[in-house]
T-cell receptor, first 113, second 114 residues
Framework: GNSVTQMEGPVTLSEEAFLTINCTYT??????LFWYVQYPGEGLQLLLK?????DKGSNKGFEATYRKETTSFHLEKGSVQVSDSAVYFC????????????FGEGTQLTVNP | EPEVTQTPSHQVTQMGQEVILRCVPI?????FYWYRQILGQKVEFLVS????????KSEIFDDQFSVERPDGSNFTLKIRSTKLEDSAMYFC????????????FGNGTRLTVT
């Protein structure tokens, strides 16, 4: 079946540091890939997505590129802010899993001033 | 921007009691979902619903669980006889009918079974 693996957390950075959160997946077929963000006390919000190989999703300064050859979808941001502190979830949909989303473990990001 | 809304935000119940978690999906969406997140664990798929019937369910979604769309706006998850291990955050989600449309999530209902 489908699965998503995220880098172990939590991650603590200083403001303006570079962020990378690794995500790799296992799936058959051609899944769509997503990053969701969960701010404290809130639900899951779609951050960005990519639907085919080599697509780059981007939003709010965050980027991730769908790499089929390495089955990865790493999240990056060049300069993080305190307001980026949240839990980030990598997810995939499609392949053998139909329309359901399969989530990674989530990575807690804390950005200090 | 349209939102998925869930009520209540927090529900406390005793073991063995029935609970109904309520969701109002985005109005023109066609696919509806329930997910749960046990504290400190992954977000897990429970069930998807389309065209007034369950389209997919996970092994977690056993006979204790049921879903219903009683009218044109609400989407409910019922747990018939709650167990301690049902304590979790339950998220409702919906999406449009177009391919690759993303899921939109509500803020969740925290269920505590005592």
């Amino acid at each position: 079946g489908n699965s998503v693996t995220q880098m172990e957390g939590p991650v603590t950075l200083s403001e303006e540091a570079f962020l990378t959160i690794n995500c790799t997946y296992t799936a058959t077929g051609y899944p769509s890939l997503f990053w969701y963000v969960q701010y404290p006390g809130e639900g899951l919000q779609l951050l960005l997505k990519a639907t085919k190989a080599d697509d780059k999703g981007s939003n709010k300064g965050f980027e991730a590129t769908y790499r089929k050859e390495t089955t990865s979808f790493h999240l990056e941001k060049g300069s993080v802010q305190v307001s980026d502190s949240a839990v980030y979830f990598c997810a995939l949909r499609g392949g053998t899993s139909g329309s359901r989303l399969t989530f990674g473990e989530g990575t807690q990001l804390t950005v200090n001033p | 921007e349209p939102e998925v809304t869930q009520t209540p935000s927090h529900q406390v119940t005793q073991m063995g009691q029935e609970v109904i978690l309520r969701c109002v999906p985005i109005s023109n969406h066609l696919y509806f979902y329930w997910y749960r997140q046990i504290l400190g664990q992954k977000v897990e798929f429970l069930v998807s619903f389309y065209n007034n019937e369950i389209s997919e369910k996970s092994e977690i979604f056993d006979d204790q669980f049921s879903v219903e769309r009683p009218d044109g706006s609400n989407f409910t998850l019922k747990i018939r006889s709650t167990k301690l291990e049902d304590s979790a955050m339950y998220f409702c989600a919906s999406r449009a009918g177009t391919p690759y449309s993303p899921l939109h999530f509500g803020n969740g209902t925290r269920l505590t079974v005592t």
